[in-house]
């Protein structure tokens, strides 16, 4: 449906795994290009965001496969590619403890802002981005980024997106693997958001699967998770906002090299992957009605 004049768009990429070089268990899909499949990957989705319009790029976690300096040079060569402003969250692979150093200081010497929570404005949206990591585990947490978020999103009218890495478990403990943030934190903290801000739309990474929740109180918060740009089906969102609707559509990174290599990864977990990454329309192309 039209969702009338557009105010403003902006994209996220995530689970870019930079470094990995393989995929599947005993790295059955080995990454022997050059430059790397998964860099290609990244850049790619960078340039279709580009090329469609977003005026900012939100890059979701797990930029880096370890942590590794050679990983975080892929990163910075990855951000000469782009022209709009990038804002960027950890991930638990940013923060192994195979890593070389923090990421957060990985982070600040790109020359992006590493702040726990960013705040960046856009017409008729603000954007929240928020770390969830913990250094050298694979679980998530908002423990040390709650307040400011909750700050963030109650000193402005206008609707409220956030950004975050770990995905938002239903459950106190997952039913799969990897670990997000447990229910026992997320929905006291769900709830907050929402009576701070009627409007409130929740998207991560991390599971590597394109899934659409609502969630709070009343079902009231949108909540999406989706999935890599590093592996099948290879993707990128589109945010695009206007005074009615905040709409999410996941888009197939369509560079042909780049689709030759997520065609290889969609055999991994014995040919079941694409039943668990790819979801279902409506789980990647999703409307939120302003209120």
């Known amino acids: 449906p039209d969702i009338g004049p557009v105010t403003s768009r902006f994209a996220t990429i995530s689970d870019l795994h ?30 279709e965001a580009q090329a469609w319009g977003a005026e900012l790029l939100v890059i979701k976690g797990d930029i880096t496969d ?7 040079h892929a990163a910075a060569a990855l951000l000469d590619e782009v022209d709009i402003p990038v804002a960027v969250v ?12 923090p990421p957060t200081e990985a982070i600040a010497e790109l020359g ?5 929570v960013g705040v960046h404005d856009l017409v008729g949206v603000r954007i929240i981005t928020a770390h969830t ?5 694979g679980r998530g947490t908002l423990r040390s980024s709650r307040d400011h978020i909750l700050d ?13 890495h770990h995905n ?30 009627s409007n409130v739309f929740i998207s991560s990474g991390h599971s590597h699967r394109n899934r659409r929740h609502h969630i709070g109180p009343k079902r009231s918060v949108l909540y999406t998770e989706v999935s890599a740009t590093s592996d099948y089906p290879g993707v990128w969102a589109g945010y695009e906002v206007s005074d009615t609707t905040i709409r999410q559509t996941v888009r197939r990174i369509a560079r042909p090299d780049v689709v030759e290599w997520t065609e290889q990864t ?9 039943y668990w990454t790819q979801g279902r329309l409506d789980d990647r192309c999703v409307d939120l009605t302003l209120r």
């Open 18 to 47: 930079l470094g990995l070089p393989g995929y599947g268990v005993a790295r059955t899909t080995p990454d022997t290009a050059t430059p790397s499949s998964l860099f290609r990957a990244a850049v790619a989705a960078a340039h």
């Open 66 to 72: 370890k942590g590794r300096h050679d990983h975080w």
């Open 90 to 101: 950890p991930g638990n692979h940013d923060a192994f403890a195979e890593a070389d150093q």
């Open 112 to 116: 992006l802002a590493s702040d726990e």
């Open 133 to 137: 990591h913990i250094d050298a585990k």
């Open 152 to 164: 963030a999103a109650s000193s402005v009218d206008s609707p409220v997106f956030l950004a975050i």
């Open 168 to 197: 938002l478990q239903r459950s106190p403990l997952p039913w799969f693997i990897p670990a997000g943030i447990s229910s026992i934190e997320a929905r006291p903290f769900v709830g907050q958001l929402a009576d701070l801000n």
């Open 266 to 274: 969609r055999r991994m977990v014995g040919g079941i992957w694409p």
